[in-house]
């Protein structure tokens, strides 16, 4: 990342912050269908294979991928494309990479080669996977632009996202707090769900990490599921409940949504929410509600913004189709802290947000 600016939220237009990431299969507080799926008079069917093309009329047309329509933040975040291209008279061709490099690497190539976009919008499922989809793009001279996740490999002009170091602190941050009020000090066992595969994770483990290297009573158990879905993740926490029985753990602090569900899954079905706690990252509507209870072994969880990533993104690329070449390499959106006592501000977030992609999901 060479430079950062960040983008402070505005009005409803600047649209909205809901938040939330890479993750699971959910229907979300700004959600009533995915994105994909949207009967919207503006979405048409391109091919079997092409994605959904929204059509606004406009000269330009902006190819996007995005990791998984199952996860809600990817829902909001494409329901935010498409709003923004509504306004800016631009035609929108999407795909779900559904957590297939290999398929999103074709994608990608039809884009280039069949469709014809004008940019491409990607969120990589892998990081050096995608690589060659952005050299295509680099010699067919079609701009890329990545968002949440970057690549590893070829000419991207900007890089749309939260910071997820940042994330990674607050989450530390937090976690911080909970082991002083629980043992008097900061002090006691928690386990970090990780998974280095890809960028914001790497980056988020680093931010966390900065923050907990300051204590040294904290004992730090580090574990990567096989892949970043709520299922596997389960697997591995369930393995690890057994292996550390009630009271020898205080905390579990995953770093992306799929993770956090996982975690919430099998703490329940060990029944260990009395002994331990969770502290998440990223929006999904069962780890709000599972902040909002009154015995809730869920502390709290850090959260982006996904409806505020994908209206830059796409007016980011439009600014330059237009002839703006002074692009920002890094472009970096705030996130928020959820827990019980920011709970108010954070649904009248939500509130902003869902009234501005209501008409595109």
Known sequence: MKKTVLIVVCVMLAAALVFSGCAENQQGAASASQPGEAATE???DASPDAGETTAAG????????LMDYNMQFFQDMLAAMKAKAAELGVELVDFDSQQDAAKQLN????????????AIILNPVDSASIAPAVLDANDAKIPVFTVDVAAEGGEVVSHIASSNVEIGKKNAEEAVNFLKEKNGDVKGKVIVVTYDQITSMRDR?????????????VEIIEKSPISITSEDTMTLLEDSLTTYPA????????LNSSSTLGVMAAVETANRGGDL?????????????????????VIGTVVQQPVLIGT?????????????????????????LVTKATMADYEDTVKKSTEYIADYK
């Open 42 to 44: 503006a979405s048409v």
């Open 58 to 65: 406009g000269s330009y047309k902006i190819g996007v991928s």
């Open 277 to 297: 706690k969770i502290m998440g990252v990223d929006e999904d509507e069962d780890i709000i509600a599972a902040i909002k209870k009154d015995d809730a072994f």
């Open 312 to 336: 830059t993104a796409v007016q980011a690329a439009y600014d330059y189709l237009q002839g703006k070449t002074d692009m920002e390499a890094s472009i970096a959106t705030d996130v928020m």
């Open 247 to 254: 009271g020898e753990i205080d905390l579990i602090c995953p």
């Open 107 to 118: 994608d990608v190539q039809d884009m280039v080669n069949a469709l014809k976009v004008d």
């Open 205 to 217: 483990k680093t931010g966390w990490t900065e923050i907990m290297s300051q204590y040294p009573d």
